[in-house]
């Protein structure tokens, strides 16, 4: 007679942390020194909290990993996920134990030596079929110190393979190499194995050699790359982007200005090969900004540029784009802000003298839905003797003169939520216009004058005047 599990009586109680549905749920929730608390409780929850605690291994953070004996990797290491900043051949030995088979994201260096080289690309190739994202780096500091074959990227080992004739497709979505070699065949392989790559970065990559056969890849919409790099070898053979049609973002910078690159052969590519790309992000040199601008791009829709000193003629290039441009965005890379710091960084006088200029931006480019200047302090005497045009702003991010401490930044963010939860009462009919509003619309202060600018952009939803982020509810 067959056995069957008996129910449990009518009167037993389950506790919710019986359920593990639930349990399951709880463990995507919870911080790693908490996981590894509830790991302990018991058997059952050690099979819910293991998996966690294993999910993501980050050697910036977690260093002592490199020193686990491979028997306890071996026992665990089906569970790991992520393997982030996988830097000396002590930390690459670790991960290249061979019970770590189903990595999603991998960012390791390789380079440092043959060895270094070996074991690294051991570690792509057994989990190219489950990665979906890969940044592959040269290593700051090589054993042999120069460039060598071991800076090569090993192109076979990410394409995935079944058996030695049959190729399978990879299921990556980004990869990213910085400061190695590639050989153009070698790309074309791995573009041709990873039909899901949608964002794609070369950073000071050199491709070199040539390919017996080209691509085009549809679904690759982000290239970042050195414009000496999409522009390779002879003037008169298509760039590198004739391999991405449907390319709507492109990341580039200039690493060797004694080198120029002609704009009518930028031009002629953008327009023959890149017909959807709209949105540039440009690092480090003006000429290139005003190159892509003035000649180059049409019906830009999103800017990104990096800037100290901002030069008239910017101001005019963006402005040829006013009926376009949806999102600008400034950056510098000694900024590096935090936009949920409590902190409140000065602004470089440098930059504080372009203000009025930049009024010209918002007041002309009617369809920005994202304005970024956090450099750039702005004068409420400059900002109030026009109407901005961009009345969609759904982000914006700047400095305002007078707004100097973090209690006045505050006082103005205060304001500014105040007059948006009276606006909604009052479209629901619950409120009327009170003694207290005509008095704020008489209040002459600079956070007053600054809320009450605010409050002309009704679609506002993130505001940053130089401490944290708000939104107006």
């Known amino acids: 007679m067959e056995e069957t599990t008996p129910s449990p009586s009518p009167t037993t109680k389950i506790t919710p942390f019986q359920l593990p549905e639930l349990m399951h749920r709880i463990s995507r929730f919870v911080s790693l020194t908490d996981a590894i608390a509830c790991a302990q409780v018991s058997k059952e929850w050690s099979e819910t909290f293991i998996p966690v605690v294993w999910y993501e291994v980050n050697f910036s953070f977690q260093p002592r990993f490199a020193d686990l004996s491979p028997d306890i990797i071996s026992k665990h290491g089906q569970h790991i996920r992520i393997i982030m900043n996988a830097k000396s ?54 054993v042999n110190g120069e460039a060598s074959l071991t ?153 990104m540029y990096e800037f100290s000193r901002i030069p008239g003629e910017t101001i005019m290039d963006i402005l040829l784009h006013q009926a376009s441009l949806k999102s600008l965005i400034v950056f510098s890379e000694r900024s590096g802000a935090s936009f949920e710091e409590d902190e409140v960084e000065e602004v470089s006088e440098a930059i504080e003298e372009f203000s009025q200029f930049f009024q010209l931006i918002p007041r002309g480019c009617s369809q920005l839905k994202h304005l970024d200047l956090h450099l750039l302090e702005m004068d409420m005497n400059e900002v109030e003797l026009g109407e901005w045009a961009c009345k969609g702003l759904v982000v914006l991010r700047i400095r305002i003169k007078g707004l100097d401490t973090k209690e006045r930044i505050l006082e103005a963010i205060a304001l500014w939520r105040k007059g948006c939860w009276r606006r909604r009462q009052e479209e629901a009919g619950a409120l009327m216009t009170s003694e207290e509003e005509q008095y704020d619309q008489m209040d002459i202060s600079i956070e007053a004058r600054v809320a009450r600018h605010l409050l002309k952009l009704e679609n506002l939803r993130l505001v940053w005047l130089g401490c944290q982020t708000w939104r107006p509810f």
Request: aromatic share 6%; glycine share 4%; charged share 15%.
């Open 89 to 142: 051949i002590h930390e690459v030995t670790a991960v290249a134990n061979e019970a770590v088979t189903n990595l999603t994201s991998l960012r390791i260096e390789a380079a440092a030596s043959v060895m270094h080289h070996i074991r690294t690309y051991e570690i792509v190739s057994r989990s190219i079929p489950s990665l979906e994202s890969l940044r592959l780096s040269a290593a700051s500091k090589s």
């Open 151 to 303: 800076h090569f990227v090993s192109a076979s080992s990410l394409i995935p393979f079944s058996s030695p004739l049959l190729g399978v497709a990879s299921f990556l979505t980004s990869l990213r190499i910085d400061r190695l070699y590639l050989t153009l065949e070698g790309l074309v392989s791995i573009l041709k194995a990873s039909p899901a790559l949608n964002d794609l970065k070369l950073v000071c990559t050199v491709i070199v050699g040539s390919a017996r056969q080209t691509i085009q890849h549809p679904g690759v919409e982000t290239l970042a790359a050195g414009i000496e790099c999409l522009f390779l070898g002879d003037p008169a053979d298509p760039s590198l982007l004739s391999f991405f049609p449907n390319l709507t973002r492109l990341c580039t910078w200039q690493e060797h200005p004694q080198i120029p690159i002609p704009t009518a052969k930028i031009k002629e590519d953008v327009a023959r090969y890149c017909p959807l790309l709209t949105r540039y992000e440009v690092q480090g040199s003006r000429n290139l900004v005003h190159q892509l601008l003035a000649h180059v791009g049409r019906n830009v829709s999103a800017l």
